[in-house]
């Protein structure tokens, strides 16, 4: 809401009449400059209604449409603009899951469903995996869309034995508290046959 002598009770101002190169729009309080329309009829208790709004002193052009554009917000809070040119490859900007690396001993698998338990200490309570964690690297950071015909390997693993795995924290994967991304056995396994289809 945008209040003015102009618009006596206030103008609605909805996010897409801001037009604010960068993030975030506008702030409470902000001294701004404003187009408006008075409404026919009140809507949301309103009479006015905002068609564009810019901060006092400021270029007003509509930066296009806001489904086009996006920012970054760093750890400090810092916020910056992404454009076209910070993107050089849309396919390079999706990264691989990144787990935490932990070692664990598999204490249930159940083969018809594809899913186990891995226990360790970085994982208390168990880590829940499923038989895709398995699969070799290439499989498992393919991007969306790549298609991979697989073959070899292994899609189980045994009671008992230790493994290499990559793990996230969950809200609730099955009850388990935390999920394998990668799982590793340390065992001699068949090697895979990953061929890539299309593209």
Not at 34 to 51: I, K, P, R
Not at 84 to 99: E, K, N, Q, V
Not at 117 to 136: E, K, Q, R
Request: charged share 25%; with cysteine.
């Amino acid at each position: 809401m945008i209040d003015s002598a102009d618009t006596p009770g206030g103008s609605w101002t909805s996010w897409t009449s801001v037009v604010v190169h960068g993030f975030p729009g506008l702030v409470e309080g902000q001294e701004v400059e404003f187009e408006w329309n008075q409404l026919d009829e009140a809507a949301d208790g309103y009479d006015f209604h905002t068609v564009q709004a810019w901060p006092v002193g400021e270029d007003h052009t509509p930066p296009g449409p806001p489904g086009f554009r996006a920012w970054d917000i760093d750890p400090d809070g810092t916020v910056h603009e992404v454009t076209d040119l910070d993107i050089t490859d849309l396919d390079d900007t999706i990264a691989p899951p990144i787990g935490t690396p932990a070692i664990g001993v598999v204490t249930t698998w159940n083969g018809e469903e594809g899913w186990g338990v891995i226990d360790s200490a970085d994982t208390p309570g168990g880590c829940w995996t499923f038989y895709s964690a398995l699969h070799p690297d290439e499989v498992i950071n393919a991007r969306p869309g790549d298609s991979l015909s697989i073959g070899g390997g292994i899609s189980a693993l045994v009671v008992g034995e230790q493994v290499d795995f990559e793990w996230e924290p969950v809200i609730d994967q099955d009850g388990y508290k935390f999920r394998a991304i990668k799982v590793r056995p340390r065992r001699d396994i068949p090697p895979w046959r990953v061929e890539r289809i299309g593209r």
